[in-house]
């Protein structure tokens, strides 16, 4: 075993880093939002998982998942409201989390068992396994968002970043940029600290006093500069488009799965707290996920009462309710004129076991009481998310939709040059789910350089200009309207462009790497006795760099 492979420290002690680590993580997060604990959480959680054997890695990864994820996703727990098995759909969310972030917590440890047995180098230490470890955590950030049944990237560790200065890194490189340069940061520092004690180690072996500046300088200059250029990058440039007038509505109406509502309770709170524009000369009113209780192009008498508001304002009203098609359903975004609706878009990405229920034979089996209370399957969208006004191209996301890198990606490339995000938090009252999907928001604007208008039901609203910095804002539970001059945005910035790309290539030339490594590194395992390579003592004389 060369000195790179050896466990930091024990396996009880590793799980206890590993439980701080997903504890650190969860704490950079609203509501707390310390984000300086995402790179303590990751440090954290890579000395955990240094030398340990795939079974271990696979114990650890569940300890830091498990401390991450449970109470990340307490809010899960309100979905139900006050029903006793309330708690279900928190426990099952945050155990498939913990699961699959566990089974994929291997590819960190062999990224540490492997590089170095190929070649224990200074710069393969310092540079090279940094690089590949980052790459590792990020493949698995990048699996647990896609699958299964579509993912939840909910959590991904550049999004705790929101209101950092390393936030406009990702107008650069992405959301999974950011938090593969988050990990290359950490586990640099990492590497650079391991080689200084090992030469610190060899010059207390062979007697000498002398210092080497290859040694943990050497490691801290690469940390150090790559810390600097995060903390100064500016947000990539994008090209003024002129303004909208937008005035977003929170309504504060009886939104929630269990909340106990007359007909059209909730279409009543949006017009009485939208009443002020029928004298506030606005281009748009946007409402929440759910504002409309009803299926407006279904119930004649919800159609009447929008048009007549939408004439009003004197402006369209962007809504949305639940809509059937036939058979099927979607969570549907209308754009409302006086004359009806002007045009549509589905939510791209319904929840599962939220909005349908996957597998619903097995689910149901298995218990029936709680698929039972799902009723209705929400059928996922394929139109683009973006609605076309006469002033400008709006870019939509519904709910959970905005943590999907593919709708803000498509909207951008649809032509978006604001972006409305309509959302119904009021499942989750009380929670940090909604601050948690805020942060997402305010990211969003820094890496597409858009405006962005965040509505809920219930609040928190906010309007955010360009660069992330917030315009104005709703409180939580409270009626309330926003009425904004929005920027508008033309252009790509890099991290849009790029973003799909480096996700590709961080996740397939990682999973490649450690393939061409367990093949050179086997061969070499392998090798006649008398044909291996000597095995040199560690010292900063013998590796080259």
């Known amino acids: 075993m060369v000195d790179a492979e050896r466990p930091l420290v024990g396996l009880p002690v590793a799980l206890v880093l590993a439980v701080a680590g997903g504890l650190a993580l969860d704490a950079s997060f609203p509501a707390l939002g310390w984000w300086p604990l995402a790179l303590v959480a990751v440090t954290l959680a890579l000395v955990s998982l240094i030398g340990r054997t795939v079974w271990g890695g696979v114990l650890v990864g569940a300890a830091f998942g498990a401390a991450f994820y449970f109470p990340h996703l307490s809010w899960a727990a309100r979905f139900l409201g006050d029903n006793p098995l309330g708690w279900v759909p ?101 590497e650079a600290a391991r080689w200084a004690a090992r030469e610190r180690a060899v010059r207390r072996a062979d007697g000498t006093a002398r210092t080497r500046f290859a040694g943990g300088l050497a490691g801290a200059i690469p940390v150090g500069s790559l810390a600097l250029a995060m903390l100064i990058v500016p947000q990539f440039p994008t090209d003024d488009a002129g303004t909208i007038r937008v005035g977003a509505v929170q309504g504060n109406g009886p939104a929630a799965y269990a909340d106990e509502r007359a007909a059209h309770d909730v279409l009543e709170s949006q017009l009485a ?62 754009l409302w004129t006086e004359d009806g609706a002007e045009a549509t878009h589905a939510k791209r990405h319904p929840v599962p076991f939220g909005e349908y229920v996957p597998d619903r034979e097995v689910y149901g089996a298995i218990a029936p009481a709680l698929v039972g209370l799902l009723q209705r399957e929400y059928t996922p969208g394929a ?94 539970d409270e009626a309330g309207l926003m009425v904004e001059e929005v920027e508008l945005r033309d252009g790509l910035t890099a991290g849009v462009a790029l973003g799909p790309w480096i996700q590709g290539i961080l996740l397939w030339g990682t999973v490649l790497s450690l393939a061409v490594l367990a093949v050179r590194v086997r061969r070499s395992s392998n090798r006649p006795r008398g044909d291996a390579e000597p095995v040199r003592e560690a010292g900063p004389a013998v590796y080259p760099v």
């Open 383 to 476: 139109d683009s998310p973006v609605l076309d006004l006469d002033q400008a191209s709006v870019g939509l996301a519904i709910c959970f939709d905005v943590a999907f890198d593919d709708v803000i990606q498509e909207g951008i490339r649809d032509g978006a040059q604001v972006f409305m995000f309509q959302t119904n938090n009021a499942d989750f009252r009380g929670t940090d789910e909604n601050l948690q999907q805020v942060a997402i928001a305010r990211m969003r604007a820094i890496e597409t350089g858009r405006s962005v208008v965040n509505v809920s039901t219930t609040g928190t609203s906010q309007i955010f200009a360009p660069d992330g910095s917030t315009v104005q804002a709703l409180a939580s």
């Open 90 to 190: 928190w426990v099952a969310l945050a155990t498939a989390e913990t699961l699959v972030l566990a089974a994929l917590s291997p590819l960190v440890v062999l990224a540490y068992r492997w590089l170095p047995r190929w070649r224990d180098t200074r710069t393969v230490r310092l540079l090279v396994l940094p690089v590949l470890v980052a790459g590792a955590w990020t493949a698995r950030e990048l699996v647990l968002g896609s699958w299964p049944y579509g993912g939840f990237p909910w959590g991904r560790l550049g999004m705790s970043q929101s209101e950092s200065p390393m936030a406009p890194v990702a107008s650069w490189l992405g959301v999974s940029g950011l938090g593969f340069l988050m990990v290359v940061l950490c586990a640099g520092a990492v």
């Open 273 to 334: 707290a939208s009443a002020p524009l029928t004298s506030e000369p606005v281009d748009v009113v946007l409402w929440p996920e759910g504002g409309v209780d009803s299926d407006p192009a279904a119930q004649p008498g919800t159609a009447r009462a929008l048009s007549a508001a939408a004439a009003s304002y004197g402006a369209p009203v962007l809504v949305n309710a639940a809509s059937g098609v036939g058979d099927l359903f979607y969570n549907t975004s209308f």
